[in-house]
């Protein structure tokens, strides 16, 4: 799947902040939350100054796998905005239909589980976020509500609550509910959960936590990720805007781990100090973002955080250049290329990979990238198209059907 690197408003009601597709976040360095003073903070050090011309996949990656995503008939996938494996399962959030496709790991379709759009009972308006938890439950978040459905597409229960929250996971343990606010001061509550960007609440919508300060100057400035809630080996992390420390959640407790540093590329803190100058409307921050940040071409977007057992991998970026970030958790290196990789292991279609497991990234290929990808390597390098590499590829192409769904890339990480 490609994103587009532009700007789409969208507003909502009452005092909802624009968000924007842009599916990047900003970076500063003024919010660290220390819960647990003896916390460890490692330190990720870029220059850009020197970023390769190439990033090849086969440095990173020992091999990639395929799974062609088959669905009833005329009943194609939308647009996937996030991918979810559970186990021997992976669910696929699709925006466009407003449902989540579930599948076995072998690509079996098992069902699609729509979530009805509305203000009645088990229905949800401006769907934000989705979570498939171990169980076999999806959670849809929406405004002011949760609703959850089992596989079978059965309503079990919703949860109405009144303050805004845009992207959320659930904790088994505790049987809450965290929220990520993004950045929305949450005024209205005029309680001591106000202006804090995680939120915790459980199954009767009541706030039992609230955690991560918002800094001065960066309230209602938000932008949407597929995912500001990564996970890696059990370790629960969150991804905040216009914050360049990424946080651990263990429970109540939030801890800095990792602080991104960019540089002369970094925002300075003081910069937020100039929000004052500027209008203080919720829906009126572009001009700040745009004199104060976009000018100095500072690294202001975060676009995925991706924890392996080996790398790090982020992709970031400012207004005009987006880069591809791996950190080799053994030998603390960084290596730092352009927003797209390139492809060296079958010569196939590259996406912005963007999410993880313990040991491989996972993507999407729309099926009409494909099927031009390899047109162009057909009609200008018709050697390359004869690899034997590309035979995987070919073979999913002449197998695709009317539907032509997007096809899951696993990409797995060399040990």
Not at 164 to 186: H, L, M, P, T
Not at 194 to 222: Q, V, W
Not at 290 to 310: A, C, G, V
Not at 314 to 341: A, H
Request: with cysteine.
């Amino acid at each position: 799947m490609e994103i587009e690197a532009g700007f789409n408003y969208s507003k909502m009601k009452h005092f909802l902040p624009i968000l924007i597709v842009l599916l990047f976040i900003s970076c500063s360095n003024g919010d660290i939350d220390i819960q647990d003073p003896h916390q460890e903070i490692k330190t990720i050090q870029m220059n850009f100054d020197s970023v390769v011309d190439t990033l090849y996949m086969s440095d990173y990656f020992s091999d990639l796998e395929y799974q062609q995503l088959r669905t009833p008939e005329n009943r194609p996938i939308g647009r996937v905005r996030k991918i979810m494996p559970q186990g021997e399962r992976i669910a696929f959030f699709d925006e466009a239909r407003k449902s989540v496709w579930v599948f076995s790991k072998e690509g079996n379709y098992i069902n699609e589980v729509e979530i009805p759009q509305g203000r009645g009972p088990g229905e949800i308006e401006n769907m934000t976020d989705v979570i498939f938890t171990d169980d076999g439950l999806i959670h849809a978040l929406g405004t002011f509500k949760v609703v959850v459905y089992n596989l079978e597409g059965n309503f079990i229960r919703e949860i109405d609550f009144n303050f805004w929250v845009f992207k959320f996971i659930y904790d088994e343990e505790s049987d809450n509910y965290i929220g990520y606010a993004s950045n929305s001061s949450n005024r209205e509550l005029n309680n001591e959960h106000s202006k804090h960007n995680l939120i915790y609440f459980d199954l009767d919508g009541e706030i039992t936590e609230s955690r991560l300060p918002i800094m001065h100057g960066k309230h209602h400035i938000a932008f949407t990720i597929p995912n500001n809630f990564p996970v890696y080996n059990s370790e629960q992390y969150i991804v905040s805007h216009l914050t360049d420390t990424l946080y651990s959640i263990d429970g109540t407790s939030v801890n800095p781990e990792y602080f991104l540093d960019y540089g002369e590329n970094s925002i300075p803190d003081y910069t937020f100090d100039q929000r004052d100058n500027y209008s203080n409307v919720y829906h009126e921050w572009l001009d700040f973002m745009n004199e104060e940040i976009h000018s100095e071409d500072y690294m202001s977007y975060l676009n995925f955080f991706n924890k392996t057992d080996r790398f790090i991998h982020l992709r970031i970026g400012s207004r005009e250049n987006q880069y591809n970030v791996f950190y080799d958790k053994q030998n603390k290196e960084v290596q730092i290329g352009p927003g797209r990789m390139t492809n060296d292991i079958d010569f196939g279609y590259v996406p912005f990979i963007y999410e993880s497991t313990d040991e491989a990234l996972y993507t999407v290929i729309e099926g009409n990238d494909l099927l031009r990808h390899l047109t162009h390597i057909y009609e200008n390098d018709a050697e390359k198209y004869r690899d034997p590499r590309m035979e995987r590829l070919r073979e999913l192409a002449h197998s695709m059907d009317e539907n032509r769904n997007p096809i899951l890339q696993k990409a797995i990480f060399k040990k």
